[in-house]
């Protein structure tokens, strides 16, 4: 199936794409959220149902990526 791009979020240090594929899982669509952080492109951050709640973590997971990046931890690419 082809993802359709939603949205793109833009927050400190990158953009936050959401994407919807049009299934569906007890009425709600499937989203997923990716994100380019610092450059790198590709952070797949979650995929799954979605509410308010999973959009405040995948914001959290990307800053946390984010600030990886920015101390110098190489190991955040092997994830």
Same mark, same amino acid.
């Given at each position: 199936?082809?993802?359709k791009?939603?949205?793109?979020? !833009?927050?400190?240090?990158?953009?936050?794409?959401?994407s919807?594929?049009?299934?569906?899982?007890?009425?709600?669509? %499937?989203?997923?959220?990716?994100?380019?952080?610092?450059?790198?492109?590709?952070?797949?951050?979650?995929?799954? !149902?979605?509410?308010?709640?999973?959009?405040?973590? %995948?914001?959290?997971?990307? !800053?946390?990526?984010?600030?990886?990046?920015?101390?110098?931890?190489?190991? %955040?690419?092997?994830?």
């Open positions: 199936m082809t993802w791009i939603l949205a793109r979020h !833009k927050f400190l240090g990158g953009t936050i794409s959401e919807e594929n049009g299934e569906y899982t007890d009425g709600i669509a %499937v989203r997923r959220y990716t994100a380019t952080i610092r450059g790198w492109r590709n952070w797949k951050l979650y995929e799954g !149902k979605t509410s308010d709640e999973i959009f405040q973590q %995948v914001i959290e997971k990307a !800053k946390k990526i984010r600030d990886r990046i920015d101390s110098g931890d190489e190991s %955040v690419f092997e994830e």
